[in-house]
């Protein structure tokens, strides 16, 4: 399995105010990584850093191999046709229908023609569960579980190799969750995606994680599978994870296991 | 009839210039009616869009005779099931101009309606402020008049002060040629203090507060602040509109007197450079053809001029709904509108003032 992002000795500062200091991270292909940290620990800025949109104080973060603040311009396109993003609001553009925003990143190569690029959007609303119908719609009369969904479909309009998701599941309701949850995972078997994902939902972190990343004391201190991280005795970790609400999700977890030993 | 297909069939490989078409080409050739055999069991690498491509000419449905890799099974069985991808047809429409003209008709008395009630709002809102002055918002009209006024200090200085040069070159030659040089200072006096130096300065304050304002107040919507504000129970009008039409009504007559001190200053310097009057010839003149009333119409219009521009920004701001066209449009339309406003009223005061101020 191939290094998809490497991150070394990253530091970030806003003024005096330091971030992250030295911090290392690496994801292989084919992972899911959740980052998880309390609020206020960098790690939506960490997300921005790898996407490029940010540039960090000093340190070096390599995606597919090459380093997305010295990368050339071709490069960087190149790059940026081959990840998607969910943010965590959605970001669709307000001026276009649901439709237009899906079919954009497929009409911006210019190569494809009209019909098989309606049809794949459609196709790529309908992955998502957006009907026909609401496709049509502006992102302003979609509700905020829908602006998500289609703003999913977009992330991953060109098939990327790499997703990032930033609070995937924040603002849906729990039956969405878990059909969000479901969908990410199927297309992770089936298009082998790699996914980086911040996220508090302990619900949606044990059920899609393969590994998690813990963000503290300003940089990465463990990173393992969930059963290794919920282990570790740090006092983050332990409250984190094992407050009220992580044994339940747990829970979750210990099923899912069981579950997979059944099945060996 | 065997159509085989091999390689990678993803997105980014397909969008290689002058693939699809050479591509669309062999697949548009083959027929349609089951006779053909097709053997995907060659492909390397397929994703949804080199699958859809597949499906669009097989004419969305699955052909008898095909040989596919297993891994490849699924992204075919999500086209399958997402079933035809047809989008909801448009309903004819009718009657589009006279629905159009309706509409546009419901939009000019919306805005009309909107603007009454804006305006009767601000009367009660003033009334509830002059009951009441102490816990009126002081610091919101003290920051506006800041922004408003002070900061624009500048620019108005800057345009104010080469109109004035402008037009006491222009005069200046005219009058030459009639012998009546001693003139210009009537005719600059005159023009700037009626007339220009309020116009100017209202031009440049819609142009520069106005969009700002109503851009606040639409982005203030998108980020949900306004609503957040009504269930807080403080009132839009109270807090947001009052302040800004005071602090306009009170800056703006003060830019005026800037701009109009500005613009006589340009017109000096450029008097005494082209014709050779001196600027305590001028000064000395200025007071007997400027006569009195002419300063407290162009006091009057800086009142009126602010107040309006800070109406329309605000009726303009509150309108924006939550997109970012609608933010790009209602700036634009406020502005416009603003400063079409104050020509209108500039005209009025024109008119009513017809027979006031002059010698």
Redesign the interface.
Known sequence: MSTIIRVRNLWTQFGQFVVHQDLNLEVRQGEILSLVGGSGSGKTTLLRQLLGLEKPARGQVEVFGEDIHRADGASQRRLR??WGMLFQHGAL???LTA?DNVAQP?RE?R???E??V???A???L??VGIT??D??K???NLSGGMVKRVALARALA??PELLFLDEPTAGLDPDLSDSFVALIKSLHQ??RLTVVMVTHDLDTLFALSTKIAVLAEKRVIATGSPSEVIGLPHPFIQQFFLGERGRRALEVLHDKEMESDHGK | MTIAAAGSW???A????G??KSL?AVLGRAPRDGSTEWDLSGIAEL???GA??F??AWGKTRPRRLALAPEHE??FR??EQ?GE????AEDPRRWRIAEQANQALRTLSGHLLGFVVLIGQLALDLGTFALRPLRGPWKEISSNIYHIGYQALAITALVGFLIGVVLSYLSAQQLHTFGGDIYLVNILGMSIVRELGPLLAAILVAGRSGSAITAQLGVMRVTEELDAMLVMGMSHGFRLIMPRVLALAIAMPLLVVWTDAVALIGGMAAANLELGLSPSYFLRELPAAVPLPNYWIGLGKGVVFGALIALVACHFGLRI?????SLGQGTTLSVVTAITAVIIADAVFAIVFAGVGFL
């Open positions: 046709n081959r553009f307000s001026a439709l497929m190569l190569t494809l023609p019909d098989l309606r049809d794949a459609l196709l790529k309908g992955m026909p119908k496709a049509l502006m992102p302003s060109l098939e089936q298009m | 993803q997105v980014h397909l969008a290689q210039p693939r699809l669309s994703d949804h869009i859809q491509l499906w669009n699924e992204v999500r086209i997402a991808l047809a989008l909801p709904k939550p997109n970012t066209e």
